[in-house]
């Protein structure tokens, strides 16, 4: 029993570990988009500094781009 929990930490810290896991996307749309470009810098230099953001403020950016998106689609985007 305690072996399989040690696997599963283990494979959710390996998981954690990419960086398009960290953005919840597929490593292919991840490859495609490359964020890096837009942000301006190198990939590894983009991959460390996503490394250090705290998951809460991922979570935080996801969802104000989530409900960004779902407002745009009934319509009532930047409308404030």
């Not at 490394?51 to 689609?73: C, F, G, N, V, Y």
């Amino acid at each position: 029993m305690l072996v399989m929990k040690n696997r599963s930490s283990l494979a959710a810290k390996l998981q954690t570990d990419k960086p398009w896991a960290k953005l919840r996307i597929p490593r292919q749309q991840y490859l495609a988009s490359k964020p890096w470009k837009s942000a301006g810098i190198f990939r590894k230099e983009f991959e460390e500094t996503l490394q250090l953001a705290p998951d809460e403020i991922i979570d935080e950016l996801w969802d104000e781009a989530h409900a960004d998106m779902l407002l745009k689609s009934m319509g009532l985007s930047d409308q404030a």
